[in-house]
């Protein structure tokens, strides 16, 4: 009898999951293994994912597209698919819609679905809700209840929801309360009386801002801080060697030495964004080397200053904010929200500061949610309940091994499940972007390949899905894409 493929399941199918499996695939022609790659996730596109499905002209990438190729070891790739899709149209200094990116990201797939090898695709429109360990590696329990088995799983989950801890009860289920504003068609949904109140002053604000801005409409914004993203420089910097920092050292030691760098950057180099885009190599390990103590107290005291500098806009969408700021469409201020109540037309919102303000609708614009034990999820939520994975002690993410596999709370031999992206926040802290994305999904695909790695097919012959209860409930094979 011949062997039977070998079986990997990716649960999700944006940025990460459509990477993974590009890479899973790519690297099988190169081994000719003989490859069955299964990305279940039950969005009917592949690739978008939350990131790029918005079809928003001004929602643009915050990274130039000369830092998004898909591949590691092909830096100019994603500019090159611009190239034939548009001749002229852009360059790798430009800021492109991120829609653009999801076609770029579907595109990646499809060729490594129809590029040489015998590795197979096969997408499956369901939503992973539990996993369990088996003696031939892991079995997904799918929404439909049926199982799928596989020698090993990768949870590309992307970044969930926002956390809606913060809302007040009378709030949380008002038709003028906005939970996520990425959920397809939601913006389109607001009520259109009154001005709107968008909680959080990040990223997230900044797209939505913009999008609901016109004329007659007040737009506010609040967060703890009221920290505005920082720009991106209009044209290309100069690069800095990284700082040399003792990665032993203090919470406070390191942030001397860093505003230090930071400064002599600027002196340097006449921008502080030298600096700050200069710890890219080095900041993963200065975190690792922080005790539980100074990674807490970084969250907390520091976190919002550096995201508002690391993570930064393009200089466009800074033009078009400041734009509206002046005109006064656009306000944004610090604030926290003590109290909420709905009318029938309106919401009056009590702040901590005493300020009261009636407005028409509010959004949660406050990021994905950062805790890890608190995600609305039956996969994670199973995989903690069951011990097969645990929390890293920050919250910001699964404990894994330094290849992204889940650690088990018993100590034992973890499972055949990995991760990537946001869920290993909390062992590189930077781990959200498609430059760090691209580098684990190609480490994984080389993992999960190796002769070495002890996942060679021991499974009996299966046509496609384990049924998990009445022959019913068994599903056909899916064809490969």
Not at 352 to 375: E, F, H, I, K
């Amino acid at each position: 009898m011949p062997e039977t493929p070998r079986r990997i399941a990716v649960v999700g199918a944006g940025a990460s999951g459509t990477l993974t499996a590009a890479q899973l695939l790519r690297r099988a022609a190169a081994l000719q293994a003989d490859l069955e790659v299964w990305l279940v996730d039950p969005a009917p596109t592949t690739g978008d994912g939350v990131a790029y499905a918005t079809t928003a002209a001004h929602h643009l990438l915050n990274v130039p597209a000369g830092r998004m190729s898909a591949y590691p070891d092909a830096p100019h790739h994603f500019v090159r698919w611009l190239a034939r899709r548009a001749p002229g149209a852009h360059t790798g200094d430009d800021y492109v819609p991120r829609a653009l990116y999801g076609e770029y990201l579907a595109d990646v797939l499809a060729t490594a679905v129809s590029g040489p090898g015998p590795g197979h695709l096969h997408r499956v429109h369901e939503r992973v809700v539990g996993a369990r360990r088996t003696d031939h590696g892991v079995t997904l329990t799918l929404g439909s209840g049926k199982a799928l088995p596989a020698d090993a799983a990768v949870l590309a989950l992307g970044n969930p929801p926002p956390c809606n801890v913060w809302v007040p009860p009378a709030l949380r289920h008002s038709p003028r309360y906005l939970p996520d504003p990425w959920t397809p068609g939601a913006l389109e949904r607001l009520p259109c009386d009154g001005d709107v109140l968008l909680v959080g002053t990040g990223l997230t604000m900044v797209d939505i801002a913009l999008t609901l801005s016109r004329t007659g409409r007040a737009v506010q914004a609040i967060s703890r801080h009221g920290l505005l993203p920082q720009p991106h420089a209009e044209s290309p910097l100069s690069a800095a060697p990284p700082p040399s920092i003792d990665p032993g050292a203090d919470i406070r030691r390191i942030r001397r030495a860093l505003l230090s760098h930071i400064s002599a950057c600027r002196r340097t180099h006449g921008d502080w964004r030298v600096g700050i885009d200069s710890l890219r190599p080095v900041t993963t390990e200065l975190w690792q080397h922080l005790s539980p103590a100074d990674q807490a107290h970084f969250l907390h005291h520091d976190q919002s200053l550096w995201n508002t500098h690391r993570h930064r806009i393009p200089p466009a969408s800074a033009r078009a904010l400041r734009d509206e700021i002046d005109a006064g469409r656009i306000q944004v201020a610090s604030g926290e929200i003590t109290d909420a109540i709905p009318t029938r037309d309106s919401v009056q919102i009590r702040l901590r500061d005493g300020r009261t303000l009636s407005v028409g609708a509010v959004v949660n614009c406050t990021g994905p949610q950062a805790d890890v034990r608190r995600m609305d999820d039956p996969l994670v939520a199973g995989l903690l309940t069951t011990g097969l994975a645990t929390p890293d002690p920050t919250g910001l993410g699964l404990h894994t091994t330094p290849s992204g596999r889940l650690n088990p709370a018993d100590g034992t031999a973890p499972a055949a499940l990995w991760t990537l992206g946001p869920l290993r926040r909390g062992a590189l802290l930077e781990s959200t972007a498609v430059p760090e994305i691209r580098v684990q999904a190609h480490a994984l695909a080389a993992t999960l390949l190796a002769s070495e790695s002890g996942l060679h097919m021991s499974l009996p012959h299966r046509s496609a899905f384990a049924p998990s209860g009445p022959p019913e409930h068994q599903l056909a094979s899916g064809e490969p894409a």
